[in-house]
């Protein structure tokens, strides 16, 4: 069974970078669809990347040209690189896969099964 951890949350100030890991246990992330969701106090949880089995790439607007994700093999888990930071930015943010071998509409929430516990992101001066 697959099981998701993510880590790298920190307070940064706007303009800064962090970068996120989600690490798998149970089975190979390579089996996976992986998409990053975040959610900002108050608000609904929204999907803004994802990286498919193939390695394609599908970024939401918001984040397209400061976010890049990607998958590294040896460790079984999937990277995501925050760039120029704004405070819209800050939550919590989760990595989550699609039941075994599907696909997934990379935003939607619903087409996910396992989540991770999440990582906060705080943009503040």
């Known amino acids: 069974q697959l099981q998701l951890v993510e880590s790298g949350g920190d307070l940064v100030q706007p303009g800064g970078s962090v970068k996120l890991s989600c690490v798998a246990s149970?089975?190979?992330?390579?089996?996976?669809?992986i998409a990053w969701f975040r959610q900002a106090p108050g608000k609904e949880r929204e999907g803004f990347t994802c990286?498919?089995?193939?390695?394609?790439?599908w970024y939401d607007r918001t984040v397209q040209g400061r976010f890049t994700v990607s998958r590294d093999k040896a460790k079984n888990s999937v990277t995501l690189q925050m760039s120029a930071l704004k405070p819209e930015d800050a939550g919590t943010y989760y990595c989550?896969?699609?039941?075994?071998?599907?696909?997934?509409?990379?935003?939607?929430?619903?087409?996910?099964?396992?989540w991770g516990q999440g990582t906060q992101v705080t943009v503040s001066a």
């Open positions: 989550a896969a699609p039941p075994y071998h599907e696909g997934a509409t990379c935003f939607e929430s619903g087409d996910f099964e396992t």
């Open positions: 149970g089975r190979s992330l390579d089996d996976y669809l």
């Open positions: 990286i498919t089995r193939g390695g394609t790439i």
